[in-house]
């Protein structure tokens, strides 16, 4: 999948996609900044087996949000340590998680 591409998150039956309502990017079912908690829980899911795939779709929506919220407000535009932090601090220890409970381990992996 490619930064391009969208991800199929939220097609569990039951759950709307948790996508990225633009160019204000907020979620379109829960209005809170995205990718919000449903995302980042179903993407995890569905890149368990690829957390560079991950970091990659998520690096390219990082760089859309950048220029769709730099144009909202040219000004003082978006903060880019807020933005990493949105967008792919969560990715690596979000994914170990979900492997291990993939994989039938309730308890969370040690931290590095």
């Known amino acids: 999948m490619t930064s391009d591409q969208p991800s199929s998150q939220g097609t569990s039956p039951g759950i709307g996609p ?3 309502q633009r ?4 979620c ?3 209005a809170v900044a995205w990718p919000c908690l449903g995302a980042r829980s179903l993407l995890s899911v569905e890149f368990a087996a690829d957390p560079t795939g991950l970091s990659c779709y998520l690096a390219g ?3 859309a949000a950048m220029v769709d919220l730099s144009a909202l ?3 003082s535009g978006p903060d880019p340590v807020a ?3 949105r967008f792919l601090a969560w990715v690596r220890p979000r994914v170990a998680i979900t492997r291990a409970r993939l994989d039938g381990d309730p308890s969370p992996p040690p931290r590095a």
């Open 83 to 85: 933005l990493h932090t």
């Open 23 to 26: 160019p204000i990017w907020l």
């Open 18 to 20: 948790h996508t990225p």
């Open 61 to 63: 929506q990082l760089q």
């Open 28 to 30: 379109r079912i829960c």
């Open 73 to 75: 407000n040219p000004d």
